[in-house]
């Protein structure tokens, strides 16, 4: 059994994708299975168990610089590699045109989505580029819609909680104490929660004996940081640590040293549920059914954390002892 996946982006609708590699290897235990996607998730989905090849495509930046000589080398060289093998099923998981256009040009049976799901991305010519569409739930989610398609493909139901499969590096060391990671960044303004919160709450762990990390990746997150770790600088210092700007797979291997997460809906935050590390995620818009980690996931020792117009800091507080407790019952 050869499977090709086509999903190209984003970080969290990636990690959503993995639990279906699993699935496919669940049925067909000797399955090879290749994997399209974007260059900058390259390295996160590499770490996935069971995906053989990964095939990079560089859409986005190719659609800013079509005209140029060495993109259209680049598009050359990308589909004679996609096409240098015939597989048994293309599932394109995405649903966009850009992602089915990319399955059509795979030598195989083309399956992609027949109908948007709420609060998804989906295009409807997407449909019209397979050979067999699928229509799933519409009120699914996202993790669970990729299931559902390749249950619908491969003719067998998923069991089961999901796998994620994503493995960090086997040089393990967790220090005496321990510590979580505050994800704190967003690519969207209004997902993010308020310094000063950040602050309250970092007290509270640091009273608690837990020692901080702080992620970030670009210069808007770096000074975020830097403002948390300045409003703990009277309480024990080396107890908060702002991260260096790490590559995908190093702030993976760097998260699986923690024992913990509390972050906002972001990509870093689905990390830690692909992980199954004790995770409060929070959300500021009624969205965590759709791609939260759920009771029915079996993630006991995570929650999703809706507030309005943001989680407060007890119901945070409250939660995170809460997950502690069950990771550990």
Not at 80 to 99: C, F, H, M, P
Not at 162 to 167: D, F
């Amino acid at each position: 059994m050869r499977v090709l996946i086509v999903k190209l982006s984003s970080l969290g609708d990636v990690v959503h994708a993995m639990p279906a590699v699993h699935d496919i290897r669940a049925a067909f235990p000797d399955a090879a299975i290749d994997w399209v996607v974007e260059p900058g998730f390259a390295p996160l989905v590499r770490r996935v168990e069971g995906v053989r090849t990964v095939i990079e495509c560089a859409m986005r930046r190719w659609r800013r610089t079509w005209w140029s000589g060495t993109t259209r080398a680049e598009w050359q060289a990308f589909r004679a590699r996609l096409q240098q093998e015939e597989y048994d099923a293309v599932i394109d998981l995405q649903g966009l045109t850009k992602s089915a256009l990319v399955a059509r040009l795979a030598r195989g049976m083309r399956f992609g989505l027949a109908n948007a799901t709420e609060g998804s991305s989906y295009e409807a010519p997407a449909r019209w580029l397979v050979d067999q569409a699928i229509r799933v739930e519409p009120r699914i989610h996202a993790m669970d819609r990729s299931r559902a398609l390749v249950a619908a493909v491969i003719g067998r139901a998923p069991e089961g909680p999901p796998v994620y499969g994503l493995k960090p590096s086997k040089r393990v060391f967790r220090s005496a104490q321990p510590t979580v990671a505050l994800v704190h960044g967003s690519s969207r303004g209004d997902k993010l929660w308020p310094v000063e919160h950040w602050v309250a709450l970092g007290k509270r762990l640091i009273g608690a004996d837990w020692r901080i990390g702080l992620p970030q990746g670009n210069d808007e997150e770096q000074t975020r940081a830097e403002l948390i770790a300045a409003g703990l600088q009277y309480e024990k210092a080396f107890h908060v640590e702002v991260w260096p700007s790490l590559s995908l797979d190093a702030v993976l291997d760097r998260l699986a040293l923690t024992q913990g997460v509390i972050g906002v809906d972001s990509g870093l935050s689905h990390i830690a549920v692909a992980l199954d590390l004790p995770h409060v995620q929070l959300y500021n818009h009624p969205t965590a059914w759709r791609t939260g980690p759920r009771p029915e996931h079996g993630h006991l020792h995570q929650v999703a954390l809706e507030g309005r117009p943001v989680p407060t800091l007890e119901a945070v507080w409250t939660a995170w002892n809460n997950v502690v407790r069950a990771a550990h019952s």
